[in-house]
């Protein structure tokens, strides 16, 4: 029984500063969605009325999160009230989220086909949640946010991050994106890309340690660009599976430069014949 009273104590000592439970997280974000990703592919409203009373209950659904954090009562008012409001800027942002995949996707048939099944969307839509809330000091609310949406997804995006609009993540699984990572505007990024910082180091916490993307950059497959320093200049395109720890001027096109060489026991061809390089 000592031992059970001793794990106890060490239970409440070690995380002591929340309430909110995984579960309440993933309603609040799919409750979210359902009211600003576009189209009623997830959730259909019959008129307005039904839709006002939905948006109330999510209002009052994230004000008991909010309590759970122990705020006080005139700040979550106030959280409540600037929220309320930025829905639909949200909405907006992923709307244009959304048109990018489809319009940079040939697979993609339609919007809703977008909405429904593609990871990126989710978790862009899930970041932009999350970076609202992490823009009003909060930290342990949209760190759930972003780690639901990473374990749905596979996709790791940093809530502190910076990105602009009209972002494209295909396929996305093993992506992630740094707390101070800085992305533009028109980017587009694909499975298995880091956005990650030079050191681990705990003194660096308040510094600038992930990469910044300019606009209308490409950045292909398992692509890794590393430190706060690292400038990837508009309009640049990254090769797939290319490691960078510096920065490329604007309109740049970096590749990795590999050679696979097949040995056949047929030897009907010669050695150079069966040489590719990639």
């Known amino acids: 029984m000592e031992t059970i009273k001793k794990l106890y104590e060490h239970k409440k000592k070690v995380c002591h500063d929340t309430e909110i439970k995984p579960e309440m997280i993933e309603d609040f974000v799919e ?6 990703l576009p189209g009623s592919v997830r ?3 019959l008129n307005y009325e039904d839709f006002e009373l939905y948006f109330n209950r999510h209002l009052n659904s994230t004000d008991q999160i909010l309590n759970h954090l122990k705020l006080d009562s005139e700040v979550r008012l106030k959280l409540i009230e600037n929220y309320s409001l930025e829905l639909l800027t949200l909405a907006k942002k992923i709307e244009v989220d959304a048109t990018a995949l489809l319009e940079g996707d040939p697979a993609a048939k339609n919007i809703c086909e977008v909405v429904l099944c593609y990871p990126g969307l989710f978790a862009i839509a899930s970041y932009r949640l999350a970076h609202f809330f992490y823009g009003k000091s909060l930290t342990i609310f949209p760190r759930m946010i972003a780690e639901y949406a990473h374990n749905k997804t596979g996709i790791d995006i940093h809530p502190g991050a910076k990105i602009g609009e009209s972002f494209f993540i295909d396929h996305g699984t093993g992506v992630v994106i740094g ?3 800085i992305i533009g505007n028109r980017v587009k990024i694909y499975q298995g890309v880091t956005l990650g910082a030079l050191s681990v ?8 340690r992930h990469p910044t993307i300019e606009d209308d950059c490409v950045i292909y497959a398992h692509a ?12 640049s395109t990254i090769g797939g599976n290319v490691w960078l720890t510096q920065s490329v001027k604007k309109k740049s096109i970096v590749y990795h430069k590999s050679e696979v060489h097949l040995d056949v026991k047929d030897r009907q061809f ?9």
Do not use: D, P, R, W
């Open 224 to 235: 890794t660009i590393l430190g706060g320093k690292t400038v990837i200049g508009e309009g």
């Open 201 to 208: 180091s705990k003194e660096l916490e308040n510094t600038k």
């Open 179 to 181: 707390e101070t990572a």
């Open 43 to 45: 959730m259909q409203f």
């Open 270 to 278: 010669s050695t150079e014949e069966l040489t590719y390089e990639i």
């Open 31 to 36: 409750e979210a969605l359902n009211i600003i």
